[in-house]
Structure formats: C-alpha cells, structure tokens
C-alpha cells in the first residue's frame, strides 16, 4: 500500500513537471522571450575580468563569511559539550584524567553533529544564493532570481530530507543534489508562467 502511493506521488510529480514545463514553454513562445541563460556560469567566467570576476569574488566572499559562521557554531558546542561532560563527570567522582578523556569524546560527537546541522542548513541558503548571482552575471531580471534561488532552497531542503529518511547520508546527498537542480528548474519555469500572465494581462488592458 505504502509503495502504491509513493509510486502514485512520483508520477504525480513527473506529470505535474512535465505540464509545467509545457506551459513555461508556450508562456516564453508567447512573450518571444529566449530560455534563460542562467545555469551556464563555469569557472573560466570567473576570469573574464568583468562582471564575472565579481561574482566570483563575491561567492567566495559568501562562502568564507558562512564557513566562519559554521565554524563558530561548532566550537561553541564543542565548548558546551565538554564542560557539561566534565561536569557531571566530577559529579559523579571520576579522576580528572578520565573525566577529561570523557570530556574530549563528547566535544567530539556534539562538534561533529553541529558540523553536520550546519552543513544543512548553509549549503542550500549559498546554493540559492549562487543562482541569484548567476541571473545577476547574465543581465538577467531580479524577480528571475529570486524565483529561481526560492525554488533551489525549497528543493535542496525537501528533496535532501526525503532521501535521508529513506537512505541515509548518501541520500541526502544525493536528494540535496537533485532536489536542487529540479528546484531551480520549477523557479525557472515559473518566472516564464508569471510572465506569460503579465503579457496577457496587459494585452486584456489594451484592448
């Protein structure tokens, strides 16, 4: 029963994908307006001197300001999770030798699990925001962006907790990675649905 249903919500999603994108397609068609060009930043624009060295400089700026801020994250529960484990364990009479060894693999696990909390939550908010940036390289419009990063962080969130409940790690890795591509896709076609109603809309007021 509960393999019908995920079979039915999978092709529930592929068809509703599928009918979106159509739409997008015929939105763009209407208005005349060319496939984004956003998704195609590589590295080698990274040089180009111009607008690319920026947004390369200001990625990495991104990603140094959200590695401090994960870095911090840890050590303070490192900190938090040794001095509660020493405490308890002079509590509890242990010699200082042990207590401190105690102590040290408790830092260990809260630091590790802090690392890997943060990971999930600042991966995804610089992945948005590095599709913003792309739209912003290619001249392209905000709200584009904007529609765009949303459906990334909507994607990379729910997808990479749906395939860790089912796999693991390895699923959230790789449902993180899909659920980001798929998502930017959706924010994409969206952007060209929104602006196929504007056309339309404006083309009601002229007549």
């Known amino acids: 029963m509960a393999f019908q249903r995920r079979r039915f919500q999978f092709l529930a999603f592929i068809a509703g994908y599928m009918f979106l994108s159509y739409i997008a397609r015929s939105c763009r068609n ?3 307006m060319t496939p984004s060009q956003t998704g ?3 590295i080698f624009d990274c040089f180009d001197g111009g607008s690319g060295t920026i947004v390369c400089g200001v990625k990495e700026s991104i990603k140094l300001y959200t590695n401090n801020i994960r870095t911090m994250h840890v050590e303070v529960a ?7 484990s020493l405490a308890d364990a002079l509590t509890q009479g242990i010699e200082s030798k042990a207590a401190a060894k105690q102590a040290k693999k408790a830092g260990d696990k809260a630091a590790k699990l802090a690392n890997k909390n943060a990971n999930r939550i600042l991966g995804p908010i610089v992945s948005s925001g590095w599709d913003l940036f792309e739209v912003v390289y290619y001249e392209g419009y905000v709200t584009e962006g904007v529609l765009r990063g949303a459906g990334t962080l909507f994607g990379t969130y729910v997808v990479g907790f749906l395939g ?11 449902g993180s990675t899909l659920g980001s591509w798929i998502g930017g896709k959706i924010g994409l076609m969206a ?17």
């Open 40 to 42: 195609k930043f590589s």
């Open 191 to 207: 952007y060209d649905v929104a602006n196929g109603m504007h056309f339309l809309l404006r083309m009601g007021r002229m007549q």
């Open 30 to 32: 209407m208005v005349g």
């Open 78 to 84: 490192r900190n938090k999770a040794i001095e509660s």
């Open 164 to 174: 860790e409940e089912r796999f693991g790690k390895l699923g959230y890795l790789v």
